[in-house]
Nanobody, 121 residues
């Protein structure tokens, strides 16, 4: 059973920084079978993809957050991170981590429970 445990969300002032973490259990980043990603969903909006690291280690960032958001992973700790700098009120949303696991001829998605990030003074 794959489980994703998120941490690091909260209330931050505009211009501040935050590092979100997501620890995975029940799978291993060492296997080269796991794509990891971060998404967010703001009130009244659809879920938005932010960044990914493919199972082969390629990092991809959405143009809308490029320059402020950085995705990384620690294979030894089976943990993924999203570093955010220069936070803006419009970054307020529920943030989700995602693992897409490649299994033979299919892939399976797993999601974290979501954590609130609020940017406000």
């Amino acid at each position: 059973q794959v489980q994703l445990a998120e941490s690091g969300g909260g209330l931050v002032q505009p211009g501040g920084s935050l590092r979100l973490s997501c620890s995975a259990s029940g799978t291993s980043f060492r296997d080269n079978s796991v794509d990891v990603a971060w998404y967010r969903q703001a009130p009244g909006k659809s879920r938005e993809w932010l960044a990914s690291i493919t199972r082969f280690g390629l990092a991809i960032i959405a143009d809308s957050v490029k320059g402020r958001f950085t995705i990384s992973r620690d294979i030894a700790k089976n943990t993924m991170y999203l570093q955010i700098v220069g936070l803006k009120p419009e970054d307020t949303a529920v943030y989700y981590c995602n693992c897409n696991i490649h299994q033979r001829d299919t892939t399976v998605d797993y999601w974290g429970q979501g954590m609130q990030v609020t940017v406000s003074s």
